[in-house]
């Protein structure tokens, strides 16, 4: 859900990013009470809720644990409020947090008590001085309303304060989501010189009806807090497992052996320098079917971008390169090119490809499986160091169940004979791959494609602040929290084949990202 959150606050007094950062200091300096000067690597479980990964988040003193979505494109740590259930404007499902009268360490932001956190102070001393700083946040998937507040947050034995840093949920009607939503876990990078590019450019002032708010006359930026700056993690990664077993977050992790340089503005980004396909394996799959090295137009660094996004489901691109992809996989791909000459030679290669992998069921018991499908190769780096990637198709392709239909001839009401669908009561398997289309145009980095869940499922993916660094660990599984991490040597084992013979299995609709488009990467 690369929400990247666009937002406006009620008086939060002169929220330039750089006072902004200078609090981050003073609260880096409060942290000694919860970690040591050298942190110890932790590892925290990342449940597997089919479209999404959730960690265990503890808010508040005694914790209160929530299950948020692990995102790197998000930027803030947002949770339910029970006054968002309460309203009906939360599923009743939701879990919520309480802050008042629950927890010793809960305090609800106000435009005086921001301006006193600040130093500053606040010659108003009327009511509006103490009404609730409120927000509204756009994601891909619609808009939240949410407060905001101080209190401690841990997650996998990290705990830290967050003063004007938990935005508690207080609207959700407007998101478009199905099933128990508990929150997100913003884990994005450091913004630097600034606040976010393009904050406030689609936001207002949120103040639902039944609250007695009053606006201020003026509203600023809010700089969102993060959780990795408070906490004092310099580095964490990821992995992703099917739904057997969880993934894994590990934080305060060795130096990376083979780091790359991230150059997005407001993105974990890297530069793209081609995507090809070819057998599991190849060294040199083939030429780069988009996004090739040379055919960068006039002020452009790289020939695209690249942004790797844990809270995306997808990996989302533009419509002609998805399409060449797919075609490209097709004609890699023995069977789609065999049915391209014969069955489907009425389809493009492209359609062709989806509609063999959506009849999957009749040749997945093969003996090759899933493996039969090449890979995609993936090209990512930045000025002078790049790395090859490799996604298996048991990581881009995905597994469902859809209702089975027949065709059965019925009279409706007249004499002329109409066929119709009938459900059988029976539900059969279908494939499908991870891709989806967005359209994200740059000038310094030409067409941006955000690498989601697949490329967590294929690498640990690792994560630098002070780089920024981003680093791609291959692996034949995720290592667990249970788990010592693969040795290299083990890592280089091709032992997909055995334990991938079937696609990864998901039963709901794919999360899909949002990106302010007029922004650079």
Request: proline share 7%; charged share 15%.
């Amino acid at each position: 859900m690369l929400a990247l959150m666009h937002c406006i606050v009620a008086v939060l007094t002169r929220c330039a990013y750089g006072s902004m950062r200078n609090l981050r200091g003073s609260s880096h300096q409060a942290l000694a009470s919860f970690s040591s000067s050298s942190p110890q690597e932790t590892c925290t479980d990342l449940q597997n809720m089919e479209s999404y990964f959730a960690v265990n988040v503890s808010v508040g003193t005694p914790p209160q644990t929530f299950q948020l979505v692990a995102d790197t494109g998000s930027d803030s740590i947002i949770v339910t409020s029970c006054m968002c259930v309460a309203q009906h404007y939360c599923s009743q499902q939701d879990k919520c947090f309480q802050g008042s009268d629950r927890s010793s360490t809960f305090k609800l932001s106000t435009a005086k008590s921001s301006q006193q956190l600040a130093g500053r102070g606040t010659s108003q001393q009327n009511s509006d001085s103490e009404s609730p700083l409120a927000i509204q946040m756009t994601f891909g998937s619609g808009t939240v309303s949410a407060v905001i507040a101080t209190d401690t947050v841990e997650v996998g034995g990290v705990k830290t304060n967050m003063p004007d840093g938990v935005l508690l949920m207080v609207d959700r009607r407007m998101l478009r989501i199905s099933g128990p939503f508990q929150g997100i876990l913003g884990l994005g990078p450091p913004k630097v010189g600034g606040p976010p590019h393009g904050a406030g450019d689609r936001t207002t002032l949120k103040r639902p009806a039944d609250w007695a708010m009053k606006a201020p006359p003026h509203s600023q930026l809010y700089a969102p807090k993060l959780f990795l700056e408070h906490a004092g993690v310099q580095r964490f990664s990821m992995c992703f497992n099917d739904a057997s077993r969880p993934g894994a977050m590990r934080m305060n992790v060795p130096p990376f052996t083979n780091p790359l340089t991230a150059i997005g503005e407001a993105h974990w980004g890297l530069g793209l320098y081609g995507m090809s396909v070819g057998a599991g394996g190849s060294v040199n799959p083939g030429h780069a079917v988009v996004c090739s090295s040379g055919k960068e137009k006039n002020g452009q660094e790289t020939p695209c971008g690249a942004i790797p996004d844990s809270g995306t489901t997808l990996m989302m691109g533009p419509q002609d390169q998805v399409e060449a992809i797919f075609a490209s996989l097709c004609d890699n791909w023995d069977r789609c090119r065999r049915a391209v000459q014969n069955e489907l030679s009425n389809m493009t290669k492209a359609h062709a490809f989806q509609e063999l992998l959506y009849n999957c069921d009749s040749w997945l018991s093969t003996h090759s499986g899933i493996d039969e499908v090449p890979s995609i190769f993936i090209t990512v780096g930045s000025a002078g160091k790049k790395q090859k990637l490799e996604l298996t198709p048991w990581a881009f392709i995905m597994e469902t169940s859809q209702s089975e239909y027949k065709t059965a001839v019925k009279h409706l009401y007249g004499v002329i004979p109409v066929r119709v669908r009938v459900p059988t009561g029976k539900m059969r398997k279908v494939c499908v791959p991870s891709f989806g289309v967005q359209d994200y145009n740059t000038l310094k980095n030409g067409p941006v494609w955000i690498l989601g869940t697949p490329l967590f499922y294929q690498y640990n993916v690792g994560f630098d602040l002070s780089g920024p660094h981003i680093s791609f660990e291959s692996q034949d599984k995720c290592s667990t929290c249970d788990e010592a991490p693969m040795s290299f040597l083990a890592s280089q084992q091709r032992l997909h084949k055995s334990l991938h013979a079937r696609p990864l299995r998901k039963f709901s609709e794919p999360r899909v990202g949002y990106v302010d488009t007029s922004m650079p990467m």
